[in-house]
């Protein structure tokens, strides 16, 4: 079944969903299509803020190894992540480095037509994929431009950028669209994920959602130029006083998934907008060798790290405000 096919059964299946909004684990029940609105704060049309060029991701998502040229090289004739910024969240992590977006809902509302344009217009500029950050509560407009955009060429693999607080049932419907999942597994104590989301079924929720993405692509398949195709990424962010918590998620992942899923397991965090007082300081390099040592320990086969930020993670935050929100790269 062509990718068409798919997304015209995935919109009969889901669209209903819409109505009395059930898409996502708080299933808030408002009805988006006449603007009422819930915990994400979207009705029925996607809202973003940006959409560009991105190399900050992990080096087969965004080719950070072609980046590494840029010194000697025009960046804009590097490939990088076709990356849409949504607006809105469905889980509203107290900490998120994105809150722009996620809390203050900054961006603009667009049709369909419009968000499948600027799919197409990341492809004229040699995006190695379609990066869409924060899809979840916004699965609908997206398929709807996704539809679009293939009637008109749209080529490039899908990555589902996901904070992985979603409902497995709603995942099945996007197998054979998605190429990519790129889902954060955040926490795994209902405690922890209560106090700092909002969301002490988190676990429960994005476990069965990580199980569901990785039956659909359980393996991280490359092209020749060593930009992912197809796969799972599962990304973990070490939050500071929180090593028991990310140690019990790499023992969960080896237990029930596989050491050969592809990790990325990232130190970059900083303390931003309503950060509780006991994690109001960047991450320790002990704490995230702990982290580092166990995945060794479990033999994951395929890590991504970044342990250059802890002198001050607050370089890698963007601002969403600035027409490049990373100024970094």
Known sequence: ????????????????????????????????????????????????????????????????????????QNVSRLSGSGTIFFSGCNLKCLFCQNYQLSWLNKGEVVSDE??????????????????????????????????????????????????????????????????????????FSPEVSGRFSNAPDYFQKASLAVKEMHRQQPELLLSEKEAALNGLIIRHLVLPGQVKDSLLILDWIAQNLHTSVCLSLMSQYHPCFKAPPEIQRNLTPEEYNRVISRAEELGFETMFTQPESFADAQHLIPDFDLKDPFKWS
């Open 114 to 187: 419009e968000l499948a344009r600027k799919m197409l217009l990341l492809q004229e500029k040699g995006a190695l994929n379609i990066n869409l950050v924060s899809p979840t509560h916004l699965i609908l407009p997206i398929l709807r431009a996704l539809r679009i955009a293939y009637e008109q060429g749209l080529e490039l693999p899908i990555v589902y950028n996901s904070n992985g607080y979603e409902k497995a049932e709603v995942l099945k419907n996007l197998e054979g669209i998605i190429d990519i999942y790129l889902p954060d597994l955040k926490y």
């Open 1 to 72: 079944m062509d990718k068409l096919k798919r997304i015209e059964r995935a919109l009969d299946n889901l669209s209903g969903l819409e109505l009395e909004c059930r898409l996502c684990p708080r299933e808030c029940k408002v009805n988006r299509r006449t603007g009422q609105k819930g915990i994400c704060q979207s009705t029925h049309q996607a809202a973003l803020s940006h959409a560009l060029l991105h190399f900050g991701e992990e080096p087969v998502i965004s080719g950070l190894e072609d980046c590494a040229k840029a010194e000697v």
